[in-house]
């Protein structure tokens, strides 16, 4: 499995440090990850330059499960981190995450989502959007 890990480490970094077509290699690593993870979905969002809206960028999807990217557009920013940008949010039960966060618009959906992982994407120490992780088809714990 180390080795396993490994590879797929080695193989994302390649494509990120070699590309010219950044978005290519973007959907590349996210199937590449979702794959060997296991996972449904895998997603970007993205804060709009002003960081009042966000935008469902990026997205892969296992064959088992629906896109949701066209409806995810331009939801207003939500402090997901709390102000704290230098952590990784991971719930094995995606309840727990909407108990203490403000998800009026249903972004992580508890009757589509068991368990979650939420990666800030920082710039310049700003909050500038996040990638999702998300397992549909049972609770796990990340590691």
Avoid: H
Avoid at 63 to 76: D, N
Avoid at 111 to 118: E, P
């Amino acid at each position: 499995m180390r080795n396993d890990y490994a590879d797929i480490v080695r193989r994302v970094l390649e494509k990120t440090l070699t590309t010219k077509n950044i978005k290519k290699a973007i959907n590349e690593m996210m199937a590449e990850l979702g794959e060997f993870y296991d996972l449904s979905r895998i997603y970007v969002f993205e804060n709009s330059d002003d960081n009042k809206r966000m935008d469902n960028t990026y997205e892969w999807c296992n064959k088992e499960t629906e896109s949701l990217m066209p409806q995810r557009q331009g939801y207003p920013t939500m402090d997901i981190f709390k102000g704290r940008i230098d952590r990784v949010l991971v719930y094995d039960d995606v309840k727990a995450l909407k108990r203490i966060i403000d998800d009026r618009y249903n972004l992580f959906d508890d009757s589509i989502i068991c368990s979650i992982m939420i990666v800030p994407i920082v710039d310049n120490n700003i909050l500038v959007g996040f990638i999702g992780f998300d397992d549909n088809s049972r609770y796990c714990t990340w590691t």
